[in-house]
């Protein structure tokens, strides 16, 4: 399957073992979503429970919302990451204080889905990498799938959850392939080895832990054994599982496209320094998008972490 096709085979399995569950959003319902993620649910399951929504992200969020305080399980999609500045008000008012503010009467088990980050050549506003602006929220949980098979069982774990999930689709791999099982597993939190190694760590998520496996792989010509740590769960972050990475190759860097100022990338910092100051060899290093809005497509070769400045940080970390 590709990813596009793991995360179509998750939600007809959600809607099919979960008759609360409900899709909803911006053309997801006749046209089957602008990536065909929802391509084929309208026809199967109804009108009733996958349909369309006006183009208004703060309605969609908000729907969301009074779905689930009556008892429903909705899954709304944000067409894509640059639309999701109108339905903040909702997103961090409303579904991220819910459960908190009713003192657990009012669980929130909405997945918010939005394909996100870059790497499609989209126009301005159509990609961005919000996470840092979703993991500072209180109330939310975040994850980024890298894979097929991650994207299929992700998914469904954070459907099945009574919290509200930002789920960050990878817009770049939506077309990547590789064998999917279909079975939701028992390691679905926290994050993941992608690769072993032993002279550093590299912690990325999304499209980036691809990019970094390719590091990993032309290092490896030279003998470098680079160890890839794909994070998944941004918010809550795994920690004793990238400690136990950082802890064991004793450096650190930190991919990820969204600016490098007030990124992800410093909250992980933070925890490497925290937990293992005395066991670095070097300083933590970071490899990031530059601090500017996310340029429209003709530029993003130029903004997204590519192969050379990768290596260039492994150099600078391997000194």
Same mark, same amino acid.
């Given at each position: 399957?590709?990813?596009?096709?793991?995360?179509?085979?998750?939600?007809?399995?959600?809607?099919?073992?979960? /008759?609360?569950?409900?899709?909803?959003?911006?053309? #997801?319902?006749?046209?089957?979503?602008?990536?065909?993620?929802?391509?084929?649910?309208?026809?199967?399951?109804?009108?009733?429970?996958?349909?369309?929504?006006?183009?208004?992200?703060?309605?969609?969020?908000?729907?969301?919302?009074?779905?689930?305080?009556?008892?429903?399980?909705?899954?709304?999609?944000?067409?894509?990451?640059?639309?999701?500045? /109108?339905?903040?008000?909702?997103?961090?008012?409303?579904?991220?204080?819910?459960?908190?503010?009713?003192?657990?009467?009012?669980?929130?088990? #909405?997945?918010?889905?939005?394909?996100?980050?870059?790497?499609?050549?989209?126009?301005?506003?159509?990609?961005?990498?919000?996470?840092?602006?979703?993991?500072? #929220?209180?109330?939310?949980?975040?994850?980024?799938?890298?894979? /097929?098979?991650?994207?299929?069982?992700?998914?469904?774990?954070?459907?099945?959850?009574?919290?509200?999930?930002?789920?960050?689709?990878?817009?770049?791999?939506?077309?990547?392939?590789?064998?999917?099982?279909?079975?939701?597993?028992?390691?679905?939190?926290?994050?993941?080895?992608?690769?072993?190694?032993?002279?550093?760590?590299?912690?990325?998520?999304?499209?980036?832990?691809?990019?970094?496996?390719?590091?990993?792989?032309?290092?490896?010509?030279?003998?470098?054994?680079?160890?890839?740590?794909?994070?998944?769960?941004?918010?809550?972050?795994?920690?004793?599982?990238?400690?136990?990475?950082?802890?064991?190759?004793?450096?650190?860097?930190?991919?990820?496209?969204? /600016?490098?100022?007030?990124?992800?990338?410093?909250?992980?910092?933070?925890?490497?320094?925290?937990?293992?100051?005395?066991?670095?060899?070097?300083?933590?290093?970071?490899?990031?998008?530059?601090?500017?809005?996310?340029?429209?497509?003709?530029?993003?070769?130029?903004?997204?972490?590519?192969?050379?400045?990768?290596?260039?940080?492994?150099?600078?970390?391997?000194?």
């Amino acid at each position: 399957m590709s990813m596009q096709q793991a995360l179509n085979a998750a939600l007809a399995d959600i809607l099919d073992t979960d /008759p609360r569950a409900l899709i909803f959003g911006e053309d #997801v319902g006749r046209l089957g979503g602008v990536f065909r993620v929802t391509d084929g649910l309208r026809q199967r399951f109804g009108a009733e429970r996958c349909f369309d929504t006006p183009l208004a992200e703060s309605a969609i969020v908000g729907m969301a919302v009074g779905l689930a305080m009556n008892g429903w399980h909705p899954l709304p999609e944000i067409q894509f990451d640059g639309f999701s500045y /109108p339905a903040m008000n909702q997103i961090i008012a409303q579904l991220a204080r819910m459960n908190y503010r009713s003192r657990g009467h009012l669980p929130m088990p #909405v997945t918010l889905r939005i394909p996100s980050f870059g790497g499609i050549r989209a126009p301005e506003m159509h990609g961005e990498s919000l996470e840092a602006l979703f993991a500072q #929220v209180p109330g939310l949980k975040v994850v980024a799938p890298a894979t /097929p098979q991650q994207a299929y069982q992700q998914l469904r774990h954070a459907a099945a959850l009574p919290d509200p999930v930002i789920f960050m689709e990878p817009k770049a791999r939506y077309w990547q392939r590789e064998t999917v099982q279909r079975e939701v597993g028992d390691d679905c939190e926290g994050a993941r080895i992608a690769r072993h190694g032993k002279h550093a760590t590299l912690i990325a998520w999304g499209a980036m832990v691809a990019r970094c496996l390719e590091v990993a792989d032309m290092a490896a010509e030279d003998g470098v054994e680079l160890e890839v740590l794909d994070l998944r769960w941004l918010k809550p972050i795994d920690t004793d599982r990238l400690i136990a990475s950082v802890g064991k190759t004793r450096r650190a860097l930190i991919v990820h496209e969204s /600016p490098c100022a007030g990124g992800l990338g410093a909250e992980i910092s933070a925890l490497i320094n925290e937990h293992c100051f005395g066991q670095l060899r070097a300083p933590v290093e970071r490899v990031t998008g530059f601090d500017v809005p996310y340029p429209a497509g003709e530029l993003e070769d130029e903004y997204l972490p590519n192969v050379d400045r990768i290596l260039f940080g492994v150099q600078r970390l391997l000194g």
